[in-house]
């Protein structure tokens, strides 16, 4: 099968399997099995975060992301087969979950990619995920649209106004209620 024959293919299992998915994600799945089995990556759409963490996750667990002259380089484990190396049913058993599971069930990997690699035509909510948490780690309110600067003893990575968002706090609550019953 050629580049465009399996394009095409790969975008319709996604269109049937995932039909209420984001457009963006299906586009990155029929991006990202071609190129696992052809090894060329290309298509009018991306490289999305998504398309990129296919690509990241061929370095299996003990792979390294490394920096040659500004270029991020990644060093595959040798467990997985690489690009090209595909056979088509295995790349849609592997790019699937990747490309339609949760945003917070990759969500270091995400945040790592967005700090390496240029990336496009994202889907709202991988963006919002990655927006959070980089916010987060910044000790700024993860509440969207609260530029609040956290202190740094503050655990609930909320600010006061929006402490009440923090999932502690809402255990906290609840055990409160709990012992009033
Ligand atoms: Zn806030």
Same mark, same amino acid.
């Given at each position: ?10 975008? !319709?299992?996604?269109? +049937?399997? &995932?039909?209420? +998915? ?11 099995? $071609?190129?696992?089995?052809? %090894?060329?990556?290309? %298509? ?8 990129h963490?296919? +690509? ?5 667990? !003990? =792979?390294?992301?490394?920096?040659? @002259?500004?270029? $991020? ?11 090209g190396?595909w @056979? ?12 339609? @599971? ?8 995400? #945040?790592q990619? +967005?700090?390496?690699?240029? &990336?496009?035509?994202?889907?709202? #909510? @991988?963006? $919002? ?15 969207? =649209?609260?530029?609040?600067?956290? &202190? ?7 600010c006061?106004? &929006? ?17 009033? #019953?």
């Amino acid at each position: 099968m050629d580049w465009s024959t399996i394009h095409a293919d790969a975008g !319709g299992w996604a269109r +049937s399997h &995932h039909t209420t +998915s984001d457009p963006n994600h299906r586009k990155a799945f029929a991006n990202a099995v $071609t190129y696992l089995v052809t %090894g060329a990556s290309g %298509g009018s759409h991306g490289p999305s975060l998504r398309e990129h963490l296919v +690509s990241w996750s061929l370095m299996g667990i !003990g =792979g390294k992301i490394g920096d040659f @002259d500004g270029l $991020t380089v990644l060093y595959p484990d040798g467990t997985l087969p690489r690009a090209g190396q595909w @056979d088509y049913d295995d790349a849609i058993a592997f790019a699937a979950p990747l490309c339609f @599971d949760s945003p917070e069930k990759f969500l270091i990997q995400l #945040v790592q990619i +967005s700090a390496h690699e240029h &990336h496009f035509d994202d889907a709202e #909510v @991988d963006i $919002t995920a990655v927006k959070k948490a980089v916010r987060a780690k910044a000790g700024i309110c993860k509440s969207p =649209g609260c530029n609040r600067c956290l &202190h740094k003893a503050n655990k609930t990575g909320y600010c006061k106004n &929006h402490r009440h968002l923090s999932p502690r706090q809402k255990e906290a609550v609840m055990r409160a209620k709990g012992k009033s #019953v």
